[in-house]
Nanobody
Framework: QVQLVESGGGLVQAGGSLRLSCAAF????????MGWFRQAPGKEREFVGA????????NYAYTVKGRFSISRDNANNTLYLQMNSLKPEDTAVYYC???????????????WGQGTQVTVSS
């Protein structure tokens, strides 16, 4: 089992940047594929991006591609999401998740963090 704790959310103006972190505790972080998801009020959870165990394979949702960047530090058991050129429509609670197999579907992820709020003002 692995515990995930997100941090780094906050309020930012449109066009600004934030970096989210996800600290992992428990079983070996480097054995998991990791993903970022988000959920806005009244909307379904959506995929943001995913990274495989080594960082060699990365996938992004088309809505964030070119603006967001996922990375991981296996030595320090931490996942990152660098978010640039933020838009009001990026406002949501952001969750990190861990999976045995790399994928883009939330149902494939076994462990989830508690989420961190990101609010982008216009």
């Amino acid at each position: 089992q692995v515990q995930l704790v997100e941090s780094g959310g906050g309020l930012v103006q449109a066009g600004g940047s934030l970096r989210l972190s996800c600290a992992a505790f428990g079983r070996t972080f480097s054995s998991y594929a990791m993903g970022w998801f988000r959920q806005a009020p009244g909307k379904e959870r959506e995929f943001v991006g995913a990274i495989n165990w080594s960082g060699a394979r990365i996938n992004y949702a088309y809505t964030v591609k070119g603006r967001f960047s996922i990375s991981r530090d296996n030595a320090n058991n931490t996942l990152y999401l660098q978010m640039n050129s933020l838009k009001p429509e990026d406002t949501a609670v952001y969750y990190c998740a861990a999976a045995a197999v790399f994928g883009t579907l939330g149902g494939g992820y076994d462990y989830w963090g508690q989420g961190t709020q990101v609010t982008v003002s216009s």
